[in-house]
């Protein structure tokens, strides 16, 4: 049926880079919180406290966001002046933690949003740039802030207000990745884990309103998009050594694995969520997981990215999923729509 | 200095599209003032009044967005699924303009955040996906609401506050264009404007706090671009046969017109600024003229497309402008970073 097919597109939503754009380096800021988790190690800075020498709490988002994108292309040996394209995301009314951290950088300048799907957004957008030879290297980097989050989108967060089993702990970190090829200068020793493919997400709603259980509102984009990712490629779940979700936490996580499985895609077996690894549920009283846009890139960053380079995992699909709400929506009524973009990455 | 150059790039910020992706259809939705003013003749169509059948301003502008999209799809003879991706912009806390337009589209969706540089953050990321093979078709789409924008920028509207000379009014508008190719079978009559390089944007914050003056703050931004974009392709900008800015009014309009000649380039012959284009200030009390994602859009589609289309002008450099803040940004004391992107379009 369709008219045209685009070059290096796959079935109806995806996308493959045949160059493959690698990533060449990765930095993440934690929070105390996150930096008290069993990731805590693994980040490359973790804040002393929650204000971290600023006055507001979106400006200590800003600003760790800022130095993971500094840092992030100082670890790959580049100066500001290689990065052809910066793209930021960030949960912040009018994405004020990207603009403001991009305001110290003189990087061309992409907000995007897609909630807590951003950083994904960004992998995929940044991969057809580089594919399409656009940009030799782009830094993608997402940030949020919990109590930032909390107060916006929740209640304020003096109020101390009880939350719900379902709800979902938005974390206080920030992530940044620079992309380019294996060939770069600024490859070094990095360059051996490549994206191969991506699944672009449908906005889903199924009319959940409830902005304390998240994980149920976006488990529908998951799934979505990971079945079309599957039948766009041709390749069952087995094909990945882990299928991550972004932050569907423990509720969203299990409706998601259900669903697939109710498809005939076994996926429980290779089956993880950023949300279930970034908090130790048990001891941090974090409910039903992490969430936040930095929630999934932190953890990539963290976790899977490195066990792809020491040779964990060969295959990771890597599904950030986003909530698409508002407070003034939530307010006015309507339920809460959900996307989630999925980046398949392969370590050679 | 440069590691590795990308192939479609040129100079420090700029791209080029050899293959021209193309204007294949578009389409507005005006609000009732809008409609009044002097291109209302030009819109495709104008709602009756601000709410539009909806509850809520929020909702009226998503409604209008997501007809903009519907009509421009069957403007140009398509369906929704001969989309590959839709990319929307909006200044709506969390985009949920575009989110909830998304919702009831089987369409690939991005959201981007360039504030009222959105739309050309989204004709330079759809020209990418075109012409890196990522797409067939793209959808652009944005959406602005003057009272949304204004109880949520500045004051409720039910107050009356009495806005100073150097105010913007923000457009009730949607605005979306269909991008494929002249070989396209969509592409009908269409597909004689082109789109044939870009500069992108970075963010430049010049100190000015007052949301009621943003063409100040955001004039150096457009200075920037515009005197990138001569730079890195080596073209005057007589080149042009008009130079467009998005939305700096009559304040901002003046200041970057006064720079850019201080800089040598001899615009101010062909300079315009779609927020003088929008409404008659005579008439019309905009003080400082239009603003918002949808006034450089709109402007766009019903003036400059169609003056491309029927002769009047065959090259134009447009070059969209946004501020960056937020109303929580403002109230820390912050200043207003802007941005602005350039797209270059030329009529064949």
């Known amino acids: ?43 490359d800075t973790v804040i002393p406290d929650t204000f971290y020498g600023e006055r507001c709490w979106e400006q200590t988002e800003s600003k760790m966001l800022r130095e993971a994108i500094v840092h992030c292309i100082q670890a790959a040996g580049a100066a500001e002046s290689d ?13 004020i933690a990207g603009s403001y951290a991009a305001r110290d950088l003189a990087v061309p300048h992409f907000g995007l949003y897609s909630a807590c799907a951003s950083f994904a957004e960004g992998l995929i957008a940044a991969s057809a740039f580089l594919e399409g030879g656009f940009a030799a290297h782009a830094v993608v980097a997402v940030s949020s802030h919990h109590d930032a989050a909390e107060r916006q989108f929740r209640f304020p967060t003096e109020l101390g207000v009880q939350r719900p089993p379902t709800a979902q702990w938005t974390a206080t970190l920030a992530a940044a990745v620079m992309l380019g090829y294996p060939g770069s200068p600024f490859a070094g020793g990095a360059g051996r884990v490549r994206i191969t493919g991506a699944t672009l997400g449908e906005v889903i709603d199924v009319g959940v309103k409830d902005p304390y259980d998240m994980g149920t509102a976006m488990a529908p984009a998951a799934v979505d998009t990971l079945a079309t990712h599957f039948k766009d490629f041709g390749v069952p779940p087995s094909y990945y050594d882990v299928i991550v979700t972004g932050d569907l936490g423990a509720v969203g996580q299990r409706i998601a694995a259900d669903l697939l499985e109710s498809k005939g895609l076994a996926v429980k077996d290779r089956f993880q969520d950023c949300g279930l690894l970034l908090y130790d549920r048990a001891r941090q009283d974090v409910h039903a997981g992490g969430s936040g846009a930095a929630c999934s890139a932190g953890v990539f960053c963290a976790h899977f990215y490195r066990g792809m380079m020491n040779g964990s995992w060969r295959r990771i699909l890597f599904a950030p999923t986003g909530a698409l709400h508002s407070p003034v929506s939530s307010k006015q009524g309507e339920a809460i729509p959900a996307i989630c973009h999925a980046v398949a990455l392969e370590a050679v």
């Open 83 to 95: 990065v052809d394209v910066l793209f930021t995301g960030d949960l912040l009314a009018q994405c």
């Open 1 to 43: 049926m369709r008219a045209i097919h685009a070059k290096h597109r796959v079935g109806r939503r995806s996308l493959v880079f045949p160059g493959r754009p690698s990533v060449l380096s990765t930095f993440t800021v934690a929070g105390p919180m996150e930096g008290q988790g069993p990731l805590g190690r693994a980040f």
